[in-house]
């Protein structure tokens, strides 16, 4: 067993009521890309930003555009073995919640229940107008039927559903507005600057207070979203653990760091202790 495994191992087994907080990091695996390096700095450019998307009608269109070429490639993702083993040990009745900063659902796909998807889900719609919420994959033929001339274009994908597509001119590009109303249509996600929900935030707190630990998978908590749990496990005297590679925010609150890569940690330190195996 890898020093990683067994660090990792060494922690699960001490405390098999744990919070999860999983981040970018746990779906790479998966063919996602993630924003950050290993010095927690951005790997390109921010994505957009709530206030953006609203107020600036062509970077919104950019953005559905770009997203109508990176679409496709995050819905065929599927998950991967940090996802499986962390279902599995849900199932074994060692994790007391989950929660993701992620908007891929792969968490769900894996298995996992009861997932506080701390900024909401790609593969879902809200519209800014009547509210209402519908699925992210019909509104993919609705782009390709309004922009007829887009269906020929690729790139390579970007994190979370974005696509490397610049030079071109969006000007022209159509959105479909919402079904419902004619208003306009955002992913069902909280974009930076946006505020999460505050029902997310208070049963994530409310897991964290019954739990006896949090484990950080795949996160440098570089964002306050997922940050403020570490801050709070340390106000609460509990234990922290980070299984991420390179460097994470919580570093300063004296976690057990352990630098690997996540799937393969995972899936080794559940070998060391009576729950399922990661396949």
Known sequence: MTEAAAALAGFLQARPNLLVLT???VSTDS???????????????????????????????????????????????????????LARLQDAGRIRRLVTQNVDGLHQAAGSTEVIDLHGRLDQLVCLGCGD??????????????????????????????ADLDNLDFSRFVVP????????LKPDVVFFGENVPRERVDATFAALAASDGLLVVGSS????????????????????AVLTRGRSRADDLQPLKIDAPCAETLTEALQSFDAPAAA
């Open 133 to 162: 919420r519908t699925p992210r994959e019909p509104f993919q033929q609705r782009l390709l039927d309004a922009n007829p001339d887009w269906a020929h274009h690729s790139a390579a994908a970007l994190p979370d559903g974005d």
């Open 221 to 240: 908590l570089m964002v306050y979203s997922g940050y403020r749990f570490a801050l709070a496990a340390r106000e609460r005297g509990l234990p922290i």
């Open 177 to 184: 507005p919402c079904a419902r109303c004619g208003g306009l």
């Open 31 to 85: 063919g996602i890309p993630d924003y950050r390096d290993a010095d927690g700095q951005w790997k390109r450019r921010p994505p957009i930003t709530g206030q953006i998307f609203r107020g600036d009608p062509l970077q919104r269109t950019r953005y559905w555009a770009r997203n109508l070429i990176g679409w496709p490639h995050l819905a065929a993702a599927r998950p991967n073995a940090a996802h499986q083993a």
């Open 23 to 25: 981040g970018a990091g």
